[in-house]
Nanobody
Framework: QLQLVESGGGLVQAGGSLRLSCVAS????????MGWFRQAPGKESEFVAA????????YYADSVKGRFTISRDNAKNTVSLQMSSLKPEDTAVYYC?????????????????WGQGTQVTVSS
């Protein structure tokens, strides 16, 4: 089992920034590509960003490209999501996830392990 614990969510005004972190434990972190998904009330889960095990590959949803940056620190078993220029439509619960599949990182079904989520609320 790989355990994932997110932190860093909160309430922020539109245009502001937040940094989410996800700490992994229980298995070799570098076996996994990591992703962030989000789910707003009444909406389906949405891919946000993903990063390969080495950090060389980074992928973003069009809705966050240029505003969000995903990164990882394999020495600390941590993946982060730096969110800038936040909009009210970014309001959601954000989930960290891990996959040992290669490719198609935007597909929710590829991910085996999930964190419990952290709430991000952006006020207008």
């Amino acid at each position: 089992q790989l355990q994932l614990v997110e932190s860093g969510g909160g309430l922020v005004q539109a245009g502001g920034s937040l940094r989410l972190s996800c700490v992994a434990s229980g298995r070799t972190f570098t076996r996994y590509a990591m992703g962030w998904f989000r789910q707003a009330p009444g909406k389906e889960s949405e891919f946000v960003a993903a990063i390969t095990w080495s950090g060389a590959g980074r992928y973003y949803a069009d809705s966050v490209k240029g505003r969000f940056t995903i990164s990882r620190d394999n020495a600390k078993n941590t993946v982060s999501l730096q969110m800038s220029s936040l909009k009210p439509e970014d309001t959601a619960v954000y989930y960290c996830a891990a996959t040992d599949y290669y490719g198609d990182y935007g597909a929710r079904g590829r991910y085996k392990y999930w964190g419990q989520g952290t709430q991000v609320t952006v006020s207008s």
